[in-house]
């Protein structure tokens, strides 16, 4: 009698090379060579009837049929450590790992706090942390969860609300010194603002305010602009070289510190939201799933 899963190999050597981006790095972390695992996923292939990756000399891309059976084989390969962890008895110390995406501000700034409490309980999960500014293909890229700020859009993915942070405006005492300090949103036409690229669609971000009970959307226009890395305009603002919205999260500690001061403290009110989210279609871990109830309770 022939057996029914005596391929789970050559699925186990696919979900690597995925996760890993290439046959070399798949093959490290297999420790085998790269020419086994082609041979694995050719097999692989050959069994489903259809091809599973597009393979050029530079690099590896998902089929849309490899895309669905990825998505498949990780939630039987999570069913899979979820019944073994049950039948050892480890249901209270989870194990396993997760891969987290997560913008630089929050990261940076927001993250570790959250963090910790988890770290603390689950000693035995491994977090993988990405911090980029690129919004991942969760599932192409192989992550289990990211962290993304603004309203979801229609992708299909599912989202957790963490907070709703409130922006503000900062500067450096000495350039308020020189150049004043603007009582109305009009003023900031005189004053020299370091707005931000998005890089989702390279148009500037708007600066948002609460104004005489109005939402108000502010583009700002200067002679300086930063693209891929938020923080670059704090960076800017705190040597003096203009005003910049940023995050309460980061702003609090430096007016704390006297090293900014807050602008247009009237207009303030407004906030941006954080979302913790991930595929639906896909099975999460335990632990994947305890680390989105830790991150929404704290």
Same mark, same amino acid.
């Given at each position: 009698?022939?057996?029914?899963?005596?391929?789970? +190999?050559?699925?186990?050597?696919?979900?690597?090379?995925?996760?890993?981006?290439?046959?070399?790095? *798949?093959?490290?972390?297999?420790?085998?060579?790269?020419?086994?695992?082609?041979?694995?996923?050719?097999?692989?292939?050959?069994?489903?009837?259809?091809?599973?990756? !597009?393979?050029?000399?530079?690099?590896?891309?998902?089929?849309?049929?490899?895309?669905?059976?990825?998505?498949?084989?990780?939630?039987?390969?999570?069913?899979?450590? &979820?019944?073994?962890?049950?039948?050892?008895?480890? $249901?209270?110390?989870?194990? +396993?790992?997760?891969?987290?995406?997560?913008?630089?501000?929050?990261?940076?700034?927001?993250?570790?706090?959250?963090?910790?409490?988890?770290?603390?309980?689950?000693?035995?999960?491994?977090?993988?942390?990405?911090?980029?500014?690129?919004?991942?293909?969760?599932?192409?890229? =192989?992550?289990?969860?990211?962290?993304?700020? #603004? /309203?979801?859009?229609?992708? +299909?993915?599912? *989202?957790?609300?963490?907070?709703?942070?409130?922006?503000?405006?900062?500067?450096?005492? &000495?350039?308020?010194?020189?150049? *004043?300090? /603007?009582?109305?949103?009009?003023?900031?036409?005189?004053?020299?603002?370091?707005? %931000?690229?998005?890089?989702?669609?390279?148009?500037?971000?708007?600066?948002? %305010?609460?104004?005489? $009970?109005?939402?108000? &959307?502010?583009?700002?226009?200067?002679?300086?602009?930063?693209?891929?890395?938020?923080?670059?305009?704090?960076?800017?603002?705190?040597? =003096?070289?203009?005003?910049?919205?940023?995050?309460?999260?980061?702003?609090?500690?430096? %007016?704390?510190?006297?090293?900014?001061?807050?602008?247009?403290? /009237?207009?303030? +009110?407004?906030? !941006?939201? %954080?979302?913790?989210?991930?595929? /639906?279609? !896909?099975?999460?871990?335990?632990?994947?799933?305890?680390?989105? &109830?830790?991150?929404? #309770?704290?």
């Amino acid at each position: 009698m022939s057996r029914r899963f005596d391929h789970l +190999g050559d699925v186990e050597t696919f979900v690597t090379v995925v996760e890993k981006g290439s046959m070399t790095a *798949g093959a490290v972390a297999l420790a085998t060579t790269p020419s086994v695992l082609s041979r694995a996923i050719s097999r692989l292939e050959a069994r489903l009837g259809v091809q599973l990756l !597009r393979r050029t000399t530079r690099r590896l891309s998902l089929t849309e049929e490899g895309r669905l059976y990825l998505e498949q084989s990780r939630a039987a390969f999570a069913l899979i450590d &979820d019944a073994e962890r049950a039948m050892q008895g480890q $249901g209270d110390e989870l194990t +396993g790992s997760v891969r987290l995406s997560v913008p630089t501000t929050y990261a940076h700034h927001r993250l570790p706090a959250l963090l910790q409490p988890f770290v603390l309980r689950h000693p035995q999960v491994r977090v993988e942390l990405n911090i980029t500014n690129r919004n991942v293909d969760l599932v192409a890229e =192989g992550y289990d969860l990211a962290i993304r700020m #603004g /309203p979801l859009p229609d992708s +299909g993915l599912v *989202g957790r609300k963490l907070e709703d942070a409130p922006m503000c405006l900062l500067a450096a005492p &000495d350039y308020i010194a020189r150049a *004043g300090m /603007p009582d109305r949103i009009g003023d900031l036409t005189r004053h020299a603002c370091l707005p %931000f690229v998005m890089p989702s669609t390279g148009r500037v971000a708007p600066w948002i %305010f609460h104004e005489d $009970g109005h939402d108000v &959307d502010w583009t700002p226009h200067g002679s300086l602009q930063v693209s891929d890395d938020v923080l670059g305009v704090v960076s800017l603002a705190l040597s =003096g070289l203009g005003i910049c919205q940023t995050y309460d999260f980061i702003a609090r500690p430096l %007016f704390a510190q006297g090293r900014a001061v807050e602008v247009l403290v /009237p207009m303030r +009110g407004r906030a !941006r939201p %954080f979302s913790v989210i991930y595929a /639906p279609h !896909r099975r999460l871990s335990s632990a994947s799933r305890a680390l989105i &109830d830790s991150l929404v #309770g704290a």
